[in-house]
């Protein structure tokens, strides 16, 4: 009953912290390791200390399975080069450095606990990195790298702390035991992903499917280490591949609710993983009192390590930034990587779980294992505290980019665009030869054309003026509200089965939720964005730069007496029409009548094109 109430409290302790953080919009994990310290000196509280299997096979292989499968495998590939690196290189340079400056600050501690408290403090944290991250908007590229980074470099370091706790310390030694555990994982993560892989082929059942998935992540890793190879590496592996492959082997049911599913578990055990970690700070520092070294050795030992990971990693980034971050022109962008992303990356080296969890795992009768432990604790506070808090201030600081909402929805528009497209021409091939009394081809064409219509009026909507999507929405939500309230009225009189009632309310729910995910992507967008490119289309490369006329209206709809949403120019005439979101669309018709391919917005903020012949923004 009492370890009950104590998990009770514990999560009812994570929820409140979150919600009152994101309420005051402060970082969550930080606000936890507080709240964490603080609640380790609070009398009555009992004494919790974090097992390494607990850790190791409770916590880490469901949040490393969490962030694989919703890790994009195109980009994880795209930036192989600077995740093995920083996975690889980083933690081997984080191991002996700082095992140099530990030996420099007490000489009587051995090499081999030294490398070990370099390799416990060298791997950084996803949890942290990206939570901080995703919240202040770091540009993608660097939130993918740390991904990638943190999903692979647990594994290093726990190979590094394996192989200096067994004396092992020369650099064939630690290559050798690298190579079996990486290898061993991939293996195992290759073989689960080809058994899940088979099941999903035969199951339809979205409960079963997601079942599936909560023993993918444990049995990967637990069949791993039983083979002595890297159970990290094994959830990593399957993750990525299952995550990737998902659209083509699960139903969108079952990916719906393995979707769900994964983000409420993740959520919970991150926001978790913070507090436990601050609910250390009583009896670790309780057990550095006991120690044979004085208090003045022992803090200049931890402030030694803590500059040393800080430091060690922007040397890493920076004397590496030809490989990381490329310094010529980036093939996607076409602009070159500034020295602040380099600054950016090094500074987002935040330390979590792993690194407390990887410290237990040391013998207990390990002589000096307490300078290790509160090492390790210190390095972990630190940084969160101290990188963590000055992260948004330091991105606000060198002026990095944030990912532009508004770019965003353009991209949106555009891929639904060429989905669509893609969508009519298999319609029409359905349609050739079959009868069609009721017009359901007119039906679903109409449908679609909804959908992308609404994707471009986010684009142009002037602020404080309703789009026809706005007004639908509004209109929509209001009518849900009004079905549900009938429903539930019905469900009183026990006139209609309890199952029919519950499939109704279902059916709405999902409704309103995706009118809220587009109220809530509408309401994100700024006033400005920028044009992604458009390689490949000969129509927008040799496009003339036309500048908008200072009156803007749309002749059309002024001469028949009908309103437009959005204005576009043609960039081959300068003829300004309405956008197909309005009533007339104007300007789709004159690109019917002259075949003038490329058109511009001109509505305030917006310098984009589009292609009618190829279905390309630029």
Request: net charge negative.
């Given at each position: 009953m009492?370890?009950?109430?104590?998990?009770?409290?514990?999560a009812?302790?994570?929820?409140?912290?979150?919600?009152?953080?994101?309420?005051?919009e402060?970082p969550?994990?930080l606000?936890l390791?507080?709240?964490?310290?603080?609640?380790?000196?609070?009398p009555?509280?009992?004494?919790?200390?974090?097992?390494?299997e607990?850790?190791l096979?409770?916590?880490?292989p469901?949040?490393?399975?969490?962030?694989?499968?919703n890790t994009?495998?195109?980009?994880?590939?795209?930036?192989?080069?600077?995740?093995l690196?920083?996975s690889?290189g980083?933690?081997?340079f984080?191991t002996?450095?700082?095992a140099?400056?530990?030996?420099?600050?007490?000489?009587?501690?051995?090499?081999?606990?030294?490398?070990?408290?370099?390799?416990?403090?060298a791997?950084p944290?996803?949890?942290?990195?990206?939570a901080?991250?995703r919240?202040i908007?770091?540009?993608?590229r660097?939130?993918?790298?740390?991904?990638?980074?943190?999903?692979?470099?647990?594994?290093?370091?726990?190979?590094?702390?394996?192989?200096?706790?067994?004396?092992?310390t020369?650099?064939?030694?630690?290559?050798?035991?690298?190579?079996?555990?990486?290898?061993?994982?991939?293996?195992?993560?290759?073989?689960?992903?080809?058994i899940?892989?088979?099941l999903?082929?035969?199951?339809?059942?979205?409960l079963?499917?997601?079942a599936?998935?909560?023993?993918?992540?444990?049995?990967?890793?637990?069949?791993?280490?039983?083979?002595h190879?890297?159970?990290?590496?094994?959830?990593?592996?399957?993750g990525?591949?299952?995550?990737?492959?998902?659209?083509?082997?699960?139903?969108?049911?079952?990916?719906?609710?393995?979707?769900?599913?994964?983000r409420?578990?993740?959520?919970?055990?991150?926001?978790?993983?913070?507090?436990?970690?601050?609910?250390?700070a009583?009896?670790?520092l309780s057990?550095?009192?006991?120690?044979?070294?004085?208090?003045?050795?022992?803090?200049?030992?931890?402030a030694?390590?803590?500059?040393a990971?800080?430091?060690?990693?922007?040397?890493?980034?920076?004397?590496s930034?030809y490989?990381?971050?490329r310094?010529?022109?980036?093939?996607?962008?076409?602009?070159?990587?500034?020295?602040r992303?380099?600054?950016?990356?090094?500074?987002?080296?935040?330390?979590?779980?792993?690194?407390?969890a990887?410290?237990?795992?040391v013998?207990?009768?390990?002589?000096?294992?307490?300078?290790?432990?509160?090492?390790a604790?210190?390095?972990?506070?630190?940084?969160?505290?101290?990188?963590?808090?000055?992260?948004?201030?330091?991105?606000?600081?060198?002026?990095?980019?944030?990912?532009?909402?508004?770019?965003?929805?353009?991209?949106?528009?555009?891929?639904l665009?060429?989905?669509?497209?893609?969508?009519?021409?298999?319609l029409?091939?359905?349609?050739?030869?079959?009868?069609?009394?009721?017009?359901?081809?007119?039906?679903i064409?109409?449908?679609i054309?909804?959908r992308?219509?609404?994707?471009?009026?986010r684009l142009?909507?002037t602020?404080?003026e309703?789009?026809?999507?706005?007004l639908?929405?509004?209109?929509?939500g209001?009518?849900?509200?009004?079905?549900?309230?009938?429903?539930?009225?019905?469900?009183?009189t026990?006139?209609?089965?309890?199952?029919?009632?519950?499939?109704?309310?279902?059916?709405?729910?999902?409704e309103?939720?995706?009118?809220?995910?587009?109220?809530?992507?509408?309401?994100?967008?700024?006033t400005?964005?920028?044009?992604?490119?458009?390689?490949?289309?000969?129509?927008?490369a040799?496009a003339?730069?036309?500048?908008?006329?200072?009156?803007?209206?749309c002749?059309?709809?002024?001469?028949?007496?009908?309103?437009w949403v959005?204005?576009?120019?043609?960039?081959?005439?300068?003829?300004?029409?309405?956008c197909?979101?309005?009533p007339?669309r104007?300007?789709t018709?004159?690109f019917?009548?002259t075949?003038?391919?490329?058109m511009?917005?001109?509505?305030?903020?917006e310098?984009?094109?589009w292609?009618f012949?190829?279905?390309?923004?630029?």
């Open positions: 009492e370890i009950a109430f104590l998990l009770v409290a514990i009812i302790t994570v929820l409140t912290v979150t919600a009152i953080s994101e309420r005051f402060v969550a994990p606000t390791v507080v709240v964490g310290v603080a609640a380790s000196y609070v009555g509280v009992p004494e919790i200390r974090l097992e390494p607990v850790v096979l409770g916590l880490l469901p949040l490393l399975y969490s962030a694989a499968v994009s495998l195109v980009d994880f590939n795209a930036n192989r080069r600077p995740i690196l920083l690889v980083l933690v081997a984080t002996f450095g700082v140099a400056v530990v030996r420099l600050v007490i000489p009587e501690i051995s090499w081999p606990l030294a490398l070990a408290i370099g390799a416990v403090v791997p944290d996803a949890v942290a990195a990206t901080i991250g919240r908007g770091l540009p993608r660097i939130v993918t790298i740390l991904e990638g980074e943190s999903l692979l470099n647990d594994a290093s370091a726990l190979v590094a702390l394996r192989t200096a706790l067994a004396t092992a020369t650099a064939w030694a630690v290559a050798g035991d690298f190579v079996i555990a990486a290898g061993g994982g991939v293996l195992v993560g290759g073989l689960a992903f080809v899940v892989g088979f999903r082929k035969k199951v339809t059942d979205p079963l499917d997601t599936i998935s909560l023993v993918i992540p444990f049995a990967a890793y637990i069949v791993a280490e039983e083979f190879a890297s159970g990290v590496v094994a959830v990593v592996v399957a990525l591949l299952l995550g990737h492959v998902a659209p083509v082997l699960q139903t969108a049911p079952s990916r719906i609710a393995e979707r769900t599913n994964w409420t578990l993740a959520y919970v055990l991150e926001n978790t993983v913070f507090l436990l970690i601050g609910l250390q009583d009896w670790l057990e550095v009192g006991d120690s044979e070294f004085g208090v003045g050795t022992i803090v200049a030992a931890c030694a390590a803590f500059v990971v800080v430091v060690l990693r922007l040397v890493w980034v920076f004397a930034r490989l990381l971050l310094p010529g022109p980036d093939p996607v962008t076409g602009e070159k990587a500034s020295w992303y380099s600054f950016l990356l090094g500074w987002a080296g935040m330390r979590g779980v792993v690194t407390l990887a410290a237990f795992t013998p207990e009768h390990t002589a000096h294992r307490e300078v290790l432990l509160i090492i604790f210190t390095v972990v506070a630190g940084t969160l505290l101290g990188q963590g808090l000055t992260l948004p201030w330091v991105a606000r600081r060198l002026r990095v980019p944030s990912p532009d909402p508004h770019d965003d929805a353009l991209a949106r528009a555009t891929l665009q060429q989905a669509a497209k893609a969508g009519i021409h298999r029409d091939e359905l349609a050739e030869d079959a009868d069609d009394p009721h017009h359901v081809r007119e039906l064409i109409q449908r054309e909804q992308n219509f609404a994707a471009w009026e142009g909507t602020e404080g309703e789009s026809p999507s706005d639908y929405s509004r209109w929509r209001d009518m849900i509200e009004a079905e549900r309230r009938r429903v539930l009225e019905i469900r009183s026990g006139s209609v089965p309890s199952e029919i009632v519950s499939e109704v309310l279902a059916m709405l729910d999902v309103e939720s995706m009118l809220d995910a587009a109220d809530a992507a509408r309401s994100e967008l700024r400005t964005t920028r044009a992604p490119r458009a390689d490949g289309c000969e129509h927008l040799h003339p730069l036309l500048d908008p006329p200072a009156e803007l209206a002749a059309e709809c002024l001469a028949e007496g009908t309103r959005a204005l576009r120019m043609c960039l081959a005439c300068g003829s300004v029409g309405c197909d979101s309005s007339r104007h300007a018709a004159h019917r009548e075949q003038h391919p490329v511009r917005s001109v509505e305030p903020g310098d984009w094109r292609c012949v190829h279905h390309q923004t630029g």
